[in-house]
């Protein structure tokens, strides 16, 4: 078993966290790849600043996995925390996972 493979038919429960606050949850399947998990909690998460947790569970398979992700730029102040957490990709801001 190769725990970086997804199938299209694998429910996964994955989950973003950073400072303490959970910042996007997912629960469906129809994912390609742990990479796309991975971009779509970034797109729900929103703008935060320093490391964050993902967690990703594939619950069909039986395998979970815990990555970091690094944000590189502080959210601009003055920004509402409604924008915080739209479900786009934010311009401007670099993630690294590793």
Excluded at 22 to 41: D, G, R, Y
Excluded at 55 to 77: D, E, H
Aim: net charge positive; charged share 15%; proline share 3%.
């Amino acid at each position: 078993m190769n725990t970086n493979k997804l199938s299209k038919t694998d429910q996964v429960i994955a989950t973003m966290e950073a400072n303490g606050r959970i910042l996007a949850t997912v629960c469906k399947s129809n994912f390609n790849s742990v990479q796309e998990v991975a971009k779509m909690l970034i797109a729900l998460g929103g703008k935060f600043f320093g490391l964050a947790k993902l967690t990703i569970r594939n619950k069909t398979q039986g395998w979970t996995m815990t990555m970091a992700l690094a944000s590189q730029r502080r959210p601009t102040l003055g920004t509402s925390p409604s924008s915080q957490y739209s479900a786009a990709p934010h311009r401007g801001f670099q993630y690294s996972l590793w």
